[in-house]
């Protein structure tokens, strides 16, 4: 299976949460349980995620778990076969 | 094609009192975190009339669309009841009432809703088949008062919910032609937002969120979705392209609403949204008649040019009404 591209890393996830969500948060920390996210963040999350993986976010793959924390990011992207942002 | 359709005559009735934001009931029983993304809707204050009801407004704009179409009510051939939120009495017709009000005897009535602020576009839908499958029918008057359901105007996160009514008359031909209407629902959220009302007194009614990470993510991404297909859509089966579109009109939510939209769509809601969202806050289905309203009396849209209005609800629905200014007779240089 395709994995994440090695230029995106979990890190790179982290650091565009912290600007979008105003704070630090850690891999595993559920940003949208702890009420931090509205449905700009939303916007933003997908778009990046869509840009930084090279892939589309369709409709069957807005599962909240697909994003809730960064792990679960990665993990997605790496499910989907995200290619590396050039 | 689409027969033809168009906006008569539109009429709103704001009543005279006006509640800043900053004196909502029951602000003082939120939290510091909710009063705070209430204070950043960009809802500066709204109208509210206790002494008036949904009804009430509806009429009054009623009447104010036939006087403005230099109509009768006599000459409805249909007259349709945009539902309000909360009906005065259960069993009883809101919509045969404001027919014995109108006067509108000849008139075909019934009354259509569920759809949230998205509730004009199946009331469009209705006039415009009517006026296409009865050619002894030449008007349809529409009408809707917007009024919360609850005592408290707030709706966490999403608004401020204030009084008004609004009326249209539709014809087969007036100064805004309806090109295109389209309208799509997932039936998956139809409770993401209630009122329980049951065995409670009507102070304790409370518009509820039943899953706020599905409405701040799951929805939000599927109303990029929807609305970029929709857009896609009206624009390609009008052979128009973005360049053709002069002006976006929103329902009236929140200044975040906007930004959501003018980046799931690139492009610009007009001002006049924004100006109407501070002194208005949010009216439901009446918002893209009374932003139409007001771009128009700005000198903002001239014969020929074509807006979008674009509305959407948690219901969820999403809706994308073409129009273009004008009895069609300017000239395009396409």
Redesign the interface.
């Known amino acids: 299976m395709p994995t994440a591209p090695a230029t995106t890393t979990v890190e790179d996830v982290l650091a565009f949460l912290a600007a979008a969500l105003g704070t630090e948060v850690g891999p595993d920390d559920d940003y ?2 702890t ?1 931090l ?7 933003e999350l ?2 990046f995620v869509e840009h930084r993986f090279q892939l589309t ?3 069957e793959d ?3 778990d697909n ?2 924390t960064a792990a679960h990011i990665m993990a997605f992207a790496q499910a989907r076969g995200g290619a590396a942002a050039s | 094609m689409a027969p033809a359709t168009a906006l008569n005559a539109v009429a709103l009735h704001q009543p005279d009192g006006v509640l800043p934001v900053a004196e909502l009931p029951g602000l003082d029983q939120l939290g510091e ?1 909710e009063r705070e993304t209430c204070a950043q809707l960009g809802i500066d204050e709204v109208h509210a009339d206790d002494s008036l009801s949904a009804f009430e407004l509806a009429a009054q704009a009623a009447q104010r669309a036939l006087a403005e179409a230099g109509l009768a009510a006599d000459d409805m051939g249909a007259l349709i009841l945009i539902d309000s939120r909360a009906p005065e009495t259960l069993m009883s017709s809101a919509v045969t009432r404001l027919q014995a009000l109108l006067g509108a005897q000849r008139a075909v009535t019934f009354s259509v809703g569920g759809l949230g602020c998205v509730s004009l576009t199946p009331a469009l839908l209705a006039a415009r088949g009517l006026l296409a499958a009865d050619p002894d029918l030449e008007h349809v008057l529409v009408a809707h008062g917007s009024k919360p359901p609850t005592p408290q105007r707030y709706r966490h ?1 999403v608004t401020v919910s204030g009084d008004g009514g609004a009326a249209a008359v539709i014809s087969r031909s007036g100064p805004v032609r309806i090109l295109d209407i389209v309208q799509e629902t997932n039936g998956d959220y139809w409770d993401l937002f209630h009122v329980d009302y049951r065995d409670r007194p009507t102070d304790r009614w409370r518009e509820e969120c039943g899953d ?14 929807r609305l970029r297909a929709l857009y896609q859509r009206l624009l390609d089966r009008n052979r128009l392209g973005p360049q053709d579109i002069d002006c976006h009109l929103s329902h009236n939510l929140s200044l ?2 906007f ?2 939209t003018e ?2 769509l690139g492009i610009k809601i007009s001002t006049t949204c924004f100006d109407n969202l501070r002194q208005y806050g949010h009216l439901g289905p009446n918002d893209v008649l009374l932003n139409l309203c007001t771009e128009l009396e700005r000198g903002g849209l001239e014969d020929g040019q074509r807006a979008v209005l674009l509305s959407s609800s948690p219901a969820a629905a999403w809706s994308l009404l073409l129009v273009e200014i004008g009895d069609g007779a300017a000239p395009h240089y396409l």
């Open positions: 949208f349980a009420g996210a509205d449905s700009l963040f939303a916007l997908v778009t976010v369709e409709a807005l599962a909240l994003f809730r | 975190a996160p706020l990470p599905a409405y701040s993510f799951k929805l939000a991404v599927e109303t990029r979705n975040g609403a930004r959501f980046e799931s």
